[in-house]
């Protein structure tokens, strides 16, 4: 009776979210992890001081918006040192053809020094981000995982999830909410993934710019209109979907898909930034018309460069969500609060 009871229930729940906006937030946290491919560790030390400094005065403003955040945290963020990482690494590494996008020859080359640990850890601030109510700690994978690239070697993707659960349990955490790094993935790590215990994963905006390709040769196009949808609609897709268009798998995680990247505030570019703003606010208000779900997502590290420009854009967009809660009704879900209404 009582288990009736608790399906009644959830399938309430399930009806009254298609009545109703609902508005979810993942953040990408990787630091260098993210980037040591492409930058300078010591030119963006600076930026990832300040991305630490940011996320205490993030993680109030969500609180204070009853915002429901899911922070996609790469494994290597909950270590201290280099010894850790040596000693938690996964027991597979990628053989990536390109070996420039191995985080561990990487570490291997360049070390991880203390001088530098704002760059690679981040333990304490991923513990106060499990204090507040509503954030959840997903995972962005342990080292940075490109699915989509080629291997010389076994994939070693599954270890990979593996050394994530095992750090994450020292922590007393169990990651159900995964990011791809880059966005790359396909039904192989899909399948890895529900192995792992990963119960939804965020997928791509349905324009043929953001759908995951192995090809390269393409990428300077796609890169084009990204870019320049985020200011103008170069598509005439809408970037919400109705919770019933969210892709359901046997054996699968559920995939949620993004609806917008926010880039960050840039100095110089008052009318892009605009633009920018005005793109996300109009998207998120016809969301809540519509009943629809708008997922924004941004790397915590983009608000390093102009931390205070780039909160004054959040906390515009959290007042366009508090408007769309009070007059439409609209909901915060974190990406994992999916699985208990939907799975």
């Known amino acids: 009776m009582q288990l009736q009871k ?23 946290f990787e630091l260098h992890w993210g980037a040591f491919d492409k930058r300078s560790r010591d030119n963006m030390l600076e930026c990832y001081r300040n991305t630490l400094a940011t996320i205490p005065l993030m993680l109030t403003l969500f609180e204070k918006c009853n915002v429901h955040v899911t922070w996609a945290v790469v494994g290597a963020l909950y270590l201290r040192n280099g010894e850790e990482w040596e000693s938690m690494k996964p027991l597979a590494l990628p053989s990536y053809s390109n070996r420039a996008y ?19 850890f981040a333990l304490d601030v991923i513990k106060s981000i499990s204090n507040y109510a509503g954030q959840e700690v997903g995972t962005h994978t342990y080292g940075h995982y490109y699915c989509l690239e080629e291997f010389t070697g076994k994939d070693a ?13 020292k922590n007393n955490t169990a990651p159900v909410s995964l990011v791809f790094p880059r966005n790359q993935f396909d039904e192989k790590s899909l399948e890895t993934c529900a192995a ?3 119960k939804v994963v965020r997928s791509n905006p349905s324009n043929w710019f953001w759908k995951p390709i192995r090809d390269k040769s393409s990428t300077i196009t796609r890169k084009f209109f990204r870019t320049a949808d985020a200011y103008l609609p170069v598509s005439d897709q809408r970037t919400s979907y109705p919770i019933q268009a969210i892709k359901l798998q046997q054996n699968k995680p559920i995939q949620l898909p993004a609806s917008r990247f926010l880039r960050p505030w840039q100095p110089g570019r008052p009318l892009m930034n605009k633009l920018k703003l005005r793109r996300v606010l109009n998207e998120l208000s016809v969301a809540a018309a519509r009943n629809e779900c708008y997922h924004l997502w941004w790397h915590p590290e983009n608000f390093g460069a102009n931390p205070y420009e780039n909160m004054q854009d959040l906390t515009l967009i959290l007042n366009e969500y508090t408007k769309c809660k009070t007059k439409k009704g609209m909901q915060s879900w974190n990406m994992s609060e999916y699985v208990q209404h939907l799975a």
């Open 102 to 120: 191995s985080a561990y020859d990487w570490v291997e080359k360049n070390g991880l020094p203390e001088k530098y640990k704002e760059a690679h």
């Open 157 to 169: 993707f599954n270890d990979d999830l593996v050394a994530v659960k095992r750090v994450a349990a």
């Open 196 to 198: 792992n215990g990963i």
């Open 6 to 28: 608790k399906k009644r229930l959830k399938k309430w729940l399930f009806f009254e979210a298609l009545m109703q906006g609902i508005f979810t937030i993942s953040l990408d």
